[in-house]
Structure formats: structure tokens, C-alpha cells
């Protein structure tokens, strides 16, 4: 993982309202550092460009990927499994 493996991913606000320990699970899986997030007002949810050995190398110059998350729970409702599928 270097500086240059960038996606954009978002995490809906009413997760990090009601249950912040499952953003920082997703997180944790994705080996995820934030170095930017956003929201605007009238907006579902957090926005974020993260570091992350799951997110492909990007260019210079080059747009960030946004991914979707693909969340897999256990039977006691941890996250077990985060995958990352790019969509731009």
C-alpha cells in the first residue's frame, strides 16, 4: 500500500449516528486511512477519499475510483468481511 491507492467510498449517516463502532469496524477491514471527508447538508451520508491496500493505484492526474462496500455479517452481527468493488 502506498499514498497513490486512493478510492472514495461513503458510510450513511444514520450508521455513524446510531452505530460508530461499525464505521470504525469497516474501517479497521479496509486497512483504511481518511484523508478527506465531506458531507453537505441535505446529504445521506459521509463521504471520504481513504488510503487503502483495497483500492487499486491511482495516477497522477488521474480521478479517484469510488468503490461500493460490500459488507458480510456474522451470525452475532459483526462485519466479517468488507469488500471494496469499484464503480466509476
Same mark, same amino acid.
Given at each position: 500500500?502506498n499514498?497513490r491507492?486512493?478510492? #472514495?467510498?461513503?458510510l450513511? =449517516?444514520?450508521? &455513524?449516528?446510531?452505530? +460508530?463502532? #461499525?464505521?470504525e469496524?469497516? =474501517?479497521?477491514? &479496509?486497512?483504511?486511512? +481518511?484523508v478527506e471527508?465531506y458531507?453537505?447538508l441535505?446529504q445521506?451520508?459521509?463521504?471520504?477519499?481513504?488510503?487503502s491496500?483495497?483500492?487499486?493505484?491511482?495516477?497522477?492526474?488521474?480521478?479517484?475510483?469510488r468503490?461500493?462496500?460490500?459488507?458480510?455479517?456474522?451470525?452475532?452481527?459483526?462485519?466479517?468481511t468488507?469488500e471494496?468493488?469499484?464503480?466509476?
Amino acid at each position: 500500500m502506498n499514498k497513490r491507492n486512493l478510492g #472514495r467510498f461513503e458510510l450513511p =449517516f444514520k450508521m &455513524l449516528d446510531n452505530e +460508530p463502532e #461499525r464505521a470504525e469496524e469497516i =474501517f479497521r477491514l &479496509l486497512k483504511a486511512v +481518511p484523508v478527506e471527508a465531506y458531507a453537505h447538508l441535505y446529504q445521506s451520508a459521509v463521504k471520504y477519499i481513504a488510503i487503502s491496500e483495497r483500492f487499486r493505484e491511482v495516477a497522477k492526474g488521474e480521478d479517484v475510483p469510488r468503490y461500493r462496500l460490500i459488507l458480510t455479517q456474522g451470525e452475532d452481527g459483526s462485519i466479517d468481511t468488507v469488500e471494496a468493488v469499484e464503480i466509476d
